[in-house]
């Protein structure tokens, strides 16, 4: 089974900094998908980032980017220029390619302070 | 237009009671989910269906019973409730091809069992 593991509870930042959330993963299969979700005070989870496990490059989407390691089975996420609205808890998720099972990291609560 | 949604948002209701909530999508996605949050933040699925068919079935108390009555619609009865079944529960759906594109998540309803 593939756990994916969020080692910093929380985290906090300064308005206009950077800030990385880290993931790992394991699991024995080579082609998946790794995804980085919000989900703000309000509760809705959002997708933020997703990245192909056979793509090389880096996902990037506007001041969100990720650093994946496949090697290392490493997935962080960096957010640059943090906003207030970037207060939320943030998820990394995995789901095996042909599969419909989603897993779930502990979550990082990330606060962006003015 | 919601992609999906659940209702009600909130539930509150005695232990031993019978409880149903409803989630439909209308991103035409082959498969539906539920998960379960509990008070520290951590996603748990619950159950996967595909074109009606369930696909998975965590480990999860045979109170709970999943309906599909079309790939549009999955809900969730929970018999005989109890105290730790309180939790905000996720509906969510994927197009149902293994991750290639992410789950759409409803906005979750927030069981209170007393």
């Known amino acids: 089974a593939q756990t994916v593991t969020q080692s910093q509870p929380e985290m906090s930042v300064q308005e206009a900094e950077t800030v990385t959330l880290s993931c790992t993963y394991d699991?024995?299969?080579?082609?998946?998908?790794l995804f980085w979700y919000k989900q703000p005070p309000s509760r809705q989870m959002i997708l933020v980032i997703r990245?192909?496990?056979?793509?090389?490059q880096n996902a990037t989407e506007n001041r969100f980017s990720v650093n994946f390691q496949k090697a290392a089975k490493s997935f962080s996420l960096k957010i640059s220029d943090s906003q207030l609205g970037d207060t939320a808890m943030y998820f990394c998720?995995?789901?095996?390619?042909?599969?419909?099972?989603?897993?779930f990291g502990a979550g990082t609560r990330l606060t962006v302070k003015p | 237009d919601t992609a999906v949604s659940q209702t009600p948002k909130y539930l509150v209701t005695q232990m031993g009671n019978d409880k149903s909530i409803k989630c439909e999508q209308n991103l035409g996605h082959d498969t539906m989910y539920w998960y379960k949050q509990d008070s520290k933040k951590f996603l748990k699925i619950m159950f996967s269906y595909n074109n009606k068919e369930l696909i998975i079935n965590e480990t999860v108390p045979n109170r709970f019973s999943p309906k599909s009555p079309d790939k549009a619609h999955l809900n969730l009865h929970i018999n005989s409730l109890e105290l730790g079944d309180s939790a905000v529960y996720f509906c969510?759906?994927?197009?149902?091809?293994?991750?290639?594109?992410?789950?759409?998540f409803g906005q979750g309803t927030r069981l209170t069992v007393v």
């Open positions: 998720a995995f789901m095996k390619n042909g599969d419909n099972d989603m897993r």
């Open positions: 699991t024995s299969e080579s082609n998946y998908y």
């Open positions: 990245q192909e496990a056979y793509k090389q």
């Open positions: 969510a759906s994927s197009q149902g091809d293994g991750g290639n594109t992410e789950a759409f």
